[in-house]
Each structure stands twice: as C-alpha cells, then as structure tokens.
C-alpha cells in the first residue's frame, strides 16, 4: 500500500501480486488506485484492479450526494449518469420535526445511459439511527406474492387459517393496487387468482359454519376484506 506523498496518511495505490510465484511473490501484480479530497479526507475516484472508475461527489460536510459507476463499454469510463443521487433534509425546528430526511435515488435504467431511478426515503434520528425506511417496491412484487402465497391453499386442503400468509396477501395486494395505477393491461393468471381469492375463502367460511366450527365469522372477515383490496386493485 502506498500514501500519498505530501502527508503519508491516505493511501493512493494498493498493489497484490497472483499468478505463478517468483522471488516469494506471485508474478502478476494487480493495482488500484485512489484520488481524494485533502479538506475531508474522502475518495472522489477509484480505479479498481481491472482498470475501471468509479467516481464520488460529496457535499461539504463529507456526506455522500453521488456516485457514478464503471462503463459496461469504456474501461476507464464511467457510465454517463449517476448510479445514485442522494439529498439530506435536517430538522429545523425539534419540536415539529424531530428526525433528519435521507432521500437516496438509485439508478434502474435498463442501460447505464437511461436517467430513470428507484426512490428510497429514511428517517434518521439523533444519534444516526434509521428509524424508518421506505423505498418502492419492485415491478412485479405484488403480483408475484399473490400467485406465491399459500393462505388458499392451506385453508382449501388443511382447514387451516394461516393468519401470516393471510396478512402477507393483503400487503400483495395493496402493493398491486399501487402498482396497477394507471394500467389499462392485466395478464390473465393474475386476473384469475384475484378472482378466486375472495370467492374461495367465503365459500371456506360457509364450509365451517356447516360444521359449527368458531372459525366461520373469522374467515367470512377475511373474504370481505380480501374482496375490497381486490376492488382496489381493478380500481
């Protein structure tokens, strides 16, 4: 590892050497690099052992505002848009706003050229601790815990009310009726299984109070829940 030259505190370039042994070391050697800023001590660049930059930007109190990663195309490039934005938002007056705000915006494009981002929001208290954390959910993620999820199965084959999974498909489809907006187009498995949800677990319902069993009301409750995040969802 080598500092820099004007005060041998940060370190500049770290060399290992691989391949074949020669002389008690390997024969190849593999180098990185490291620039910085001297006001704050952080890296504005690195260049990693295949040759590939990435690039930081911090604000003046040496917090992270943004990053861009290594070009797929051009080795000692970086991709022409941030791979993550970040904004800080403090607490003005305690009383009313008692936690600092991280905005964090993470790049998703389909190429590393495409300038479209995923939002994260955190609240952080006084002492750095996040408190809570919201982000978006992934395309698809609502869709797929619904066809995943065993709350049907189990009532249909095991007269079992999985309270878990039942909770599990209602925050599936709260997700997808969030994900949904705006969308004129539904594929047709997933049309389907909404369709059932409702419908099954109150036939389940009728199923139990056939045979007297307290579970009736609780599963009947159920159905009518599941039928109004349905609604929601082809709102």
Known sequence: MKPDTDFAQLPISETVYVGSVSGG??????SAYASYDRGIAAPVSVIDLHGELTSLVQDGFGRLVSMRKPSPTQVGATSPVDAM???????????????SIVHTQIQDGVT????????????VDGLG????SLEEADPGAG?????QNKFITRLRMELVVDLEEYGKVCEALRSLAREWRGVTTIDKSTMQELYVLASITANMSQTFREHNDARADEVMECSIELDALVLECLA
């Open 85 to 99: 934005k970040i904004e800080y938002f403090l607490p003005g007056d305690s009383s009313t706003f008692p936690y």
């Open 25 to 30: 070391c390997g024969s190849t050697a593999l």
């Open 143 to 147: 869709k797929e815990a619904i066809l």
């Open 129 to 132: 601790r996040v408190r809570v």
């Open 112 to 123: 590393d050229t495409q300038a479209t981002y995923r939002d994260v929001w955190a609240l």
